[in-house]
């Protein structure tokens, strides 16, 4: 089940509402999340939810194992089952197919049977999870969780269960006992859920109608026009669809209490890809940092380890999104250019204007898109011989078929949808009403590691005038309604989106 | 703030909460609710609605095979209020942003929405289809088709064989968006790979009106559907009695039956998710003596005229070629008699739905008329073309068909032209 259904949105929604908040006590709630969030993931794969069972079953008993375990290599010997465990469950299902067929490719003949597997729904997202919790117990950082059934809540919590973000234990460690729901945090989880339905469906859903139409195809038939704009598409779509997810989920996880940490903030407006990588993903870029790299030695190695380290960690990365080549080359794309940028670019881009700095972002994430979304190493080659006129303005097509142009009037609402002005414009306003000259002087976009910042300009000062209170009043109105707008049209592309006329009408 | 946290929270239950209480009303208090408010209110435009009973697969066998979901899926489709407004404005709005971008560009065709393949012609105000691509394969198949032809035709020397071709908009050069694609497959290659049969058979004919303007095109085409209206067809007929030399001297076009009050939009609307809301006129034909008999007689022989397949409150009918020339049921095997007949022959009419409006002419020349409606639906009849020719006894096999459905008969009927 995704969020962007019908079913989701007109009864799974609902319901889940209407029982979670009738139930009186917390541990009825943590229940019930649970029993909604094994269906959610039943749902479109029913045979699958005996894993996610298994998975929480091992974890939670290795967790209370290991914090019952006095003797170190005891410990160390239950952490590194556990881990094992579970990357042989995670290696199993999703690079099964991709060891097969390049080994079998090596060597020359069918060795290793190709199973083809479908691969279980949020296995990359719920498999870390659940390693953050077991590591965390060991290292000392989070109690074991006694209840099994309160374990497999947060393994298998269905906001963040397909597309994140990745929620440590320890992130809501305190929420799973402790949480309150409010109405005020209800509202503000709801209008971040509208938020991140309106750019999932309305944004990227409709970028993704071209990119879908791009993407498949070969180079020479499309040319510079129909690959620069595949990629750009493609470019707005992943971006307005993770982020979009991602909002969703926080959202989600608002209106029952729980603080999800922030995932996406803002990456197109960075002006180098270590700043990208610090806005882009932030919850598996912190968790490689906090699990991979850091254990490695980080960077308190010699300069040669660092470099080795680095690429582990990127190169896992990359896998991580897909068993693909593509997928490695693209992780080992975004390690060298940090390493680049370490040790030589970064120099040169601090003492240039910011603008350019920008612009070398955008041609970085721009390319890594491209080896990204387009299958096939030699399909790379050839997309990006395209971008330089290798095959002409628009290949064997004509302009009109590749249909790029109809999105032209689109593309300033991408842009404007994937910069900050909206924080931008709320802390203009809050300055502006507290008549506080120097911060509105100095409002700009957020930057750093935060929570999402709410949807409604709060002032944290009294207002400098009751004409400036009932502006931000009428502002916040202003945007209540402005999103209420955005759900309706959000679902209805959602009901459009299925829409299949009868066959029997078709001739 | 408190007040508008309680505000904006009921809001979105409340909406979130629409469709489920609609259900529950109409299933559980059994209220006779308005049509908007229920799945009634698109049929018109998708073609109908699937009904499901949610305790059926309620079971987790039911939910293991994922039967339970896909009916839960359903229930809530079928539970969102006003659906066809809510699918046609969402096309209308996307409408609007590629039509402010066509600004720029001035194409003469545009997309009805993001991903469709049908177009709007805003100099027309008509829906056409994206032209056809992949020449080389339709070319090859339309090629098996006519050696499969010419077979038939040389081992049935006592029979004649026509074939019409319909000029439908995504082969037409009619169509604006013709000149604005490449390697498009047209009317044209069709025609041309069609003539080696007239050429290596004696007794097979072909006939095909091609149109290159759209104000012609569209007196006998409808502006959203893909069929031809009666006076195409008729333009096609009187075409065909030239080149076979019948003397058919019935006047079919003595009067025009207009429809006041009905307006009209095709496949092309409901797949494009735009109405057009054309005003419907045939011709008046001379089916004096002309009966009809199958599994479902069209309503052209009824003499109250046409029976109508839906009447929304806006005014549309949908499909209004097949309510009037009646192919509303894809896989009709008719047989159409003929009491006064210009000739003692029997005739086997075969291919798509623009047969349906043809047969009725044919039918004046025959007295013995069987239409295979539709050849890529009919699973049930005689299996090989000479198979019908034997069945039928007919003097004379008509192909009535756009080009891709020349295209399509020796993949959907691999065995068509075997021979015993």
Known sequence: MVFSSSVFLFAFLPAFLAVYFLMPKRAAKNIVLLAFSLLFYAWGEPVYVWLMVFSIGFNWAFGFAISKSATPPLRKFLLVADLFLNLLILGFYKYQGFLAENVNRAIGEEFIAELNLALPIGISFFTLQAITYVVDVYRGQVKAQKNPLYLGMYIAMFPQLVAGPIVRYSDIEAEIDNRRATLAGFAQGLRLFCVGLGKKVLLANTAGTLADSLLPREAAEIGFVGCFSGVAAYTFQIYFDFSGYSDMAIGLGKMMGFDYPRNFNYPYTSKSATEFWRRWHMSLGGFFRDYVYIPLGGNRVSTPRFVLNTMIVWGLTGIWHGAAWNFVLWGLYWGVLILLEKFFIMKVLDRLPGFVSHIWCAVLFFFGWLLFAVTGLSNVAEWFCAMFGAYGFTGTSTLWELQSWSYVSLIPIFIVGSLPWAPWLRKKLQAWAEGDPRRAVMAAPAKGNEAVPPCQAELAAPAASPARARAVLAVNIAVDVALLAVLVLSAMSVVSSSYNPFIYFQF | ?420
Request: with cysteine; charged share 20%; proline share 5%.
């Open chain 2, 1 to 420: 703030m408190k007040v508008r946290n309680a505000i904006v929270a009921t809001v979105f239950c409340l909406f979130l909460l629409g469709p489920m209480t609609l259900w529950v009303a109409q299933t559980h208090w059994k209220l006779d609710l308005p049509s908007d408010l229920t799945a009634e209110d698109s049929t018109y435009l998708s073609g109908g609605y699937e009904e499901v009973d949610l305790l059926e697969h309620f079971s987790l066998k039911g939910f293991s095979a994922e039967k339970f979901q896909d009916d839960l899926n359903t229930t809530v489709e079928n539970s969102i209020p006003y659906r066809a407004v809510i699918l046609l404005q969402n096309a209308a709005m996307q409408r609007s942003a590629i039509a402010a971008s066509n600004a720029l560009f001035r194409f003469e065709a545009y997309p009805t929405f993001f991903g469709s393949e049908q177009i709007y012609l805003p100099a027309s105000d008509a829906l056409a289809k994206i032209p056809e691509h992949a020449k080389k394969s339709k070319t090859k198949s339309t090629e098996e088709f006519v050696d499969g032809l010419i077979a038939t035709a040389n081992a049935n020397p006592d029979k004649q064989f026509y074939m019409v071709v319909a000029d439908q908009s995504d082969t037409s050069n009619a169509n604006p968006a013709a000149f604005l694609v490449s390697q498009r497959y047209s009317t044209d290659d069709c025609v041309k790979v069609l003539e080696r049969a007239v050429a290596e058979a004696s007794n097979v004919r072909l006939v095909s009106i091609r149109y290159d303007q759209p104000e012609e095109y569209y007196r006998d085409f409808y502006r959203s559907d893909h069929h031809w209206n009666g006076y195409g067809a008729l333009r096609a007929y009187n075409a065909l009695q030239e080149v076979a030399g019948l003397s058919n001297r019935r006047d079919n076009d003595a009067e025009t039956v207009d429809f006041p009050g009905i307006i009209t939009n095709g496949s092309y609307a409901r797949k494009g998710l735009m109405l057009i809301n054309e005003s419907a006129r045939e011709p008046q034909l001379d089916l004096t003596g002309i009966e009809a008999t199958g599994p479902r007689i069209p309503p052209i022989v009824e003499p109250d005229g046409p029976s109508l397949i839906h009447d929304d409150a806006m005014g549309s009918v949908f499909d209004f070629y097949s309510t009037w020339y009646g192919s509303t049921n894809v896989t009709a095997d008719l047989t159409v008699t003929n009491s006064t007949p210009t000739t003692d022959q029997k005739a086997l009419i075969a291919m798509d739905s623009f047969g349906d409006a043809f047969h009725w002419l044919v039918a004046q020349d025959y007295r013995d008329s069987q239409c295979v409606l539709d050849l890529k639906n009919d699973n049930e009849g005689p299996e090989t073309l000479q198979g019908r020719i034997d069945d039928s006894g007919a003097d004379a096999i008509y192909f009535i068909g756009n080009p891709l459905a020349y295209a399509r008969v020796t993949s959907t009927h691999p065995q068509y032209f075997d021979r015993p």
